[in-house]
């Protein structure tokens, strides 16, 4: 099992800048590929970005790249999202998650999600 902890959600205005955490406990061995996603009210669940584990590669979403860089601290088993220029649209809970898998994008290649930590994003 692996375990996953967001940290670092809150309020900001519009253009202002957030970073998420995400650290990741138990058996991260088998973990290839950490993911962040999001979900506003009444709307699916989608991805944001993702990094493999091993390498750095990173791939994003059309919709933040440009604005969010993923990056990671194999050290410390932490993911760190950094959100520069937020838009009202960004509000959403953000949910960090674990694919044994590479490079996935969809919620059903990932196996292990956080408990999610809310973006506000004022106007």
């Known amino acids: 099992q692996v375990q996953l902890v967001e940290s670092g959600g809150g309020l900001v205005q519009a253009g202002g800048s957030l970073r998420l955490s995400c650290a990741a406990s138990?058996?991260?061995?088998?973990?290839?590929?950490m993911g962040w996603f999001r979900q506003a009210p009444g709307k699916e669940r989608e991805f944001v970005a993702g990094?493999?584990?091993?390498?750095?590669?990173?791939y994003y979403a059309d919709s933040v790249r440009g604005r969010f860089t993923i990056f990671r601290d194999n050290a410390k088993n932490t993911v760190y999202l950094q959100m520069n220029n937020l838009e009202p649209e960004d509000a959403a809970v953000y949910y960090c998650?674990?694919?044994?898998?590479?490079?996935?994008?969809?919620?059903?290649?990932?196996?292990?999600w956080g408990q999610g930590t809310q973006v506000t994003v004022s106007s």
């Open positions: 990094i493999r584990w091993s390498g750095g590669s990173t």
């Open positions: 138990g058996r991260t061995f088998g973990i290839n590929t």
């Open positions: 998650a674990a694919s044994g898998l590479c490079d996935g994008t969809v919620e059903g290649q990932y196996d292990y």
